[in-house]
Structures are given as C-alpha cells and as structure tokens.
C-alpha cells in the first residue's frame, strides 16, 4: 500500500483502510454501482474486509475519494500498470449512487492521472468501459482520452461478457 494523498478542489484522495469497511460498503454492495465493474456485487462486510486486506499487496495506486465539505468517503479509483493496456497507465473508478453526476469522478481521474504524470513521469493512458456505460465514456474523454477501438469486457471471474469501448490518451502534464 502507498502513502500519497492528493487534493483537489473538492476532494482528498488517500489510501483506503480497513476502516473504511462501512462507508465502502455503501457502493460495492449496490448493483447500480457493480454493473459494468469487473467485481461482483458484495454481499457480506466479511468479503469486503478481505479485498481491504487484500490491497495492501496490490501494485496499483488505489485511492478513496473524501469529499473536503462533508469529509465523506465517496467513492475509489486505481491508476497503474494493468496487462490488458500494455504499456500505457489505466485507470478506473467508481462512487457512491448519490453521489453521481456532480463531476467527481472527473475531478478524481484528471488527480490521479497527474499523480502519474509528476510522479513517475507516465504520459501515454488508457481505459475503458462496458459499451452501455455512457456516463464513463463522458468521464474518459474529459479527461483527454479518446476512442481507439471496441474491446470485450468480462467481469473477474470470467461471467457476463460484453463489448467494451478502448480508449487511449498520450497525455502532458
Ligand atoms: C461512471 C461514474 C463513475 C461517473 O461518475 P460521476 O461523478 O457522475 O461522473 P461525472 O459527473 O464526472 O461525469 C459524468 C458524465 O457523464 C454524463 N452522464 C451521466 N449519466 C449519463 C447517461 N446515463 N448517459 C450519458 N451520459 C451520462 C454526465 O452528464 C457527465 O458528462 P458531462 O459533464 O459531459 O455532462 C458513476 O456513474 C459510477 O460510479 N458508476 C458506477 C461504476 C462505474 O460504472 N464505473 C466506471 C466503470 S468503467
């Protein structure tokens, strides 16, 4: 697990912790949230407290999104090397059902995507997601990605095959 914190106008995003089981718990428990995420809707606090265990050992650069207002956590999004982008960074996120359509999941993906450009100097990225999923292309693209090509998404263990929508981005800071 990572230690870096970044601040944006309106959110803090800083590693998650077994602490957080309760508010996490809110999002991945709700299939609105876990449709087209590639995890399967949580149905006990046990299990979530697994994957919280779990992410100490992960690569990527997991963070929780905390509003600065109400100091609420609202959400999460990861940055890093995944195999199914080759050399180029993804990144992916995911909040809380009221907490949609405020604009923070850009605000959150344009953070960590600086984080990776200052940090480690990464300018080539990319993403995706399940065609049907609009509200992520819109998320992508205002943050400088565009449309390469269609994909296949499925969800972690192998279940619920869908076309994906791919794109890339050669990014500066
Ligand atoms: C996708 C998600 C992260 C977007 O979060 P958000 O904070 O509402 O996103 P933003 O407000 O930053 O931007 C959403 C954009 O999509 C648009 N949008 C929202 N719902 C939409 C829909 N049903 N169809 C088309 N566009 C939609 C918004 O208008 C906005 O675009 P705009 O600024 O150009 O108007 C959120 O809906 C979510 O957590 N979904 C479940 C998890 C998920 O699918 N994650 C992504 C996996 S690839």
């Keep these: 697990m990572h230690n870096y914190v970044l601040e944006t106008e309106r959110l803090i ?68 090397q995944y195999e199914k982008y080759g050399d180029r960074w993804g990144f992916g996120y995911n909040l809380r059902k009221d907490q949609w359509g405020y604009g923070y999941a850009t605000e959150a993906a344009k953070a960590m995507i600086r984080f990776a450009q200052k940090e480690f100097g990464i300018r080539r990225f990319a993403c995706s997601h399940v065609e049907q999923n609009k509200a992520s292309g819109h998320v992508i693209e205002k943050c400088g990605l565009h449309f390469v090509r269609y994909g296949q998404f499925q969800k972690l263990d192998g279940t619920c095959k869908m076309r994906s929508m791919i794109y890339e981005g050669d990014l500066d800071p």
């Design 13 to 80: 995003l800083r590693p998650l912790t077994l602490n957080d089981c309760d508010a996490v718990y809110k999002w991945v428990s709700d299939e609105d949230v876990t449709r087209y995420m590639v995890y399967n809707t949580y149905t006990s606090k046990e299990q979530l407290i697994k994957w919280l265990k779990s992410i100490e050992n992960d690569d990527d650069y997991l963070f929780g999104f905390v509003r600065k207002d109400t100091g609420d956590l609202i959400g999460c999004g990861s940055i890093g």
